[in-house]
């Protein structure tokens, strides 16, 4: 692939925005990710799983949201437009979405967590659906992409320090209280997937979470980022990375 | 194009380049990258008697040219092998070798012999070391003895192409070979992952569920070259290279130094495809350097 632009949207984020300038890219699911090789860092050595954040079809563009954590993650945040990008994807399996376009749907993300959402927001609104999107970040200035999730749905935000939106964690915010929803997916760190986890079992809300356990191949061949589940271990790179919450054997 | 067939004690392989065992599933995972019917053999994921969880998560760290992993031998058993995956592979036109694992001689004559009925499955890579499971694996694999033991055993129920793996924890990989080839072994193949540990400095802790895993990519090739060098001059029986292998020339090395064969492992998750280029790379050099069969380049490098 080929990055047409690399915006550096915050000190920790950058957006890489790829084509395919050979054939149009395949069929891609919200949910799913890419496993991009890292060249030119002598400290990544395995290539780097990352969501799917947007898919543009008029201009066979894919976009990813990269937090960068560590050199890796810096040398791809680090590339320029024209440079090429050795991505493996589409990989793993996305987000249900819903049998009807009446369903009440809520996407809920915090940190990069958001990236995945985007693109099943843009899928949700492709079948008549419009959803509530549920966006947590430590400040303001950590909420990313914001007028893009607002092009698509109703945006409610939380924030720690209460510079944007109502302050406190995704599972604090009113909308929890005040609104019935049919279905629940989320994105995020993992203490927050938990509680959302638990807010929906306790409102008996089916609910999906996407993990982000650490890979190697992204293939399902190494066995590396099992998930321990009602099924015993599986491969999140290809059972999910999505998985509904009464798969897994989570304490909530 | 050069002459790439080669064979391993009668089994006949295409070319030189297998896959190795725990980094390339079934093969059908990697179908979409590879045509399996190109690559020399697939050697299957690690199998064993009874189905196995493995060890907890998280079971991999990544490191300076190469990865750890302590994944610990899941999978679902011989029997769903049998059952599940092998009509699966059956009528796709390689090698498929079955990597079998065990806790105790027994064990692995048992599954060894079930193995021995599949059709097509030529023959079996017995995995006496891997560094990640409490009981059985390397145990066996770090005394001349304990080798013998699990060969003597699993040659008594197992008639095709047995494969010995050997592990690199040891002092004298020699002696392991040696003891393997007198008890009936047809081929070694060497090095399994070189154990090794991981930690977060910033969290104060461990990085792998057990505390320690097995090391493997480009960091390891020259202790496995090194390994295999010294094996393919000391045992009449063929040898298998592997350890860090990603580029052709990265195989030529071990064909050179006394490999009748090799393994990709660690490579096939930076390039899924990688299985196939190293078989082209291996032909150009070859061909650019005046070869009309790989076999002319096996154990130039005394």
């Known amino acids: ?252 | 194009m050069a002459d790439l067939t080669t064979d391993i004690a009668g089994l006949r392989l295409k070319n030189p380049v297998l896959t190795a065992s725990g980094t390339f599933g079934y093969g059908l995972e990697f179908q979409d990258f590879v045509p399996l019917d190109q690559i020399g053999g697939i050697i299957v994921k690690g199998t064993t008697l009874h189905p196995r969880q493995g060890n907890p998560y998280p079971r991999m760290a990544e490191t300076a040219q190469g990865m750890l992993n302590c994944v610990g031998l899941q999978n679902r058993g011989v029997d769903y092998f049998c059952s599940h995956i092998y009509p699966q592979l059956r009528d796709i036109p390689t090698n498929f070798i079955v990597n079998v694992s065990g806790s105790t001689p027994e064990d692995y004559a048992e599954c060894a012999a079930r193995i021995d009925e599949l059709e097509t499955i030529p023959a079996i890579e017995l995995n006496i070391s891997c560094p990640n499971v409490k009981h059985g694996g390397m145990a066996f694999g770090t005394t001349p003895e304990g080798a013998a033991s699990v060969v003597n055993a699993v040659r008594k129920t197992y008639h095709k192409t047995l494969i010995v793996k050997l592990s690199p924890n040891v002092t004298d990989i020699v002696a392991i070979a040696r003891a393997a080839e007198d008890e009936g072994a047809d081929a070694v193949s060497l090095i399994n992952t070189l154990m090794g540990m991981a930690i977060d400095a910033e969290h104060r802790r461990r990085i792998l569920s057990i505390g320690t895993g097995g090391l493997s990519g480009p960091a390891v090739k020259p202790v496995a070259l090194r390994m295999v060098w010294q094996v393919a001059h000391a045992v009449h029986i063929p040898v298998i290279g592997l350890g860090g292998i990603s580029t052709a020339t990265d195989a030529v090395e071990f064909l050179l130094a006394g490999a009748r064969a090799v393994e990709i492992g660690t490579a096939n998750f930076i390039d899924p495809a990688v299985s196939l280029k190293v078989v082209r790379g291996i032909d150009k050099y070859l061909e650019r350097h005046g070869f009309k069969s790989v076999n002319e380049i096996i154990g130039l490098c005394e």
């Open chain 1, 1 to 252: 692939m080929e990055l047409t632009s690399v915006e550096r949207l915050h000190e920790r984020y950058a957006l890489l925005r790829a084509t395919d300038p050979a054939t149009p890219l395949p069929p891609m699911q919200a949910g799913q990710f890419a496993q991009l090789r890292v060249d030119g860092c002598p400290q990544a050595f395995l290539r780097r799983p990352i969501s799917i954040h947007f898919l543009d079809r008029k201009r066979n563009e894919v976009w990813f949201l990269v937090q960068t954590i560590g050199p890796g993650t810096e040398s791809l945040a680090a590339m320029k437009a024209g440079d090429r990008l050795n991505a493996v994807l589409p990989l793993g399996r996305g987000f249900t979405l819903p049998a009807s376009a009446s369903e009440r749907i809520l996407l809920v993300g915090g940190g990069v967590g958001v990236a995945p959402l985007l693109f099943l927001g843009q899928q949700l609104a492709d079948m008549g659906v419009q959803p509530t999107f549920l966006l947590g970040a430590r400040s303001a200035s950590d909420l990313l992409q914001r007028e893009h999730f607002q092009a698509l749905g109703r945006v409610c935000v939380t924030t720690e320090d209460g510079s944007l939106g109502e302050q406190g964690y995704v599972t604090q915010h009113s909308i929890l209280h005040n609104e019935k929803f049919d279905h629940i997916s989320v994105c995020g760190p993992r203490p927050m997937m938990i509680a959302v986890a638990r807010y929906a079992r306790e409102q008996d809300i089916p609910c999906e979470v996407s993990l982000e356990n650490r890979m190697a191949c992204g293939v399902g061949a190494c066995l590396c980022c099992v998930e321990d589940t009602q099924e015993g271990h599986v491969c999140v790179c290809t059972e999910g990375p999505v998985f509904n919450i009464k798969q897994l054997k989570w304490q909530i």
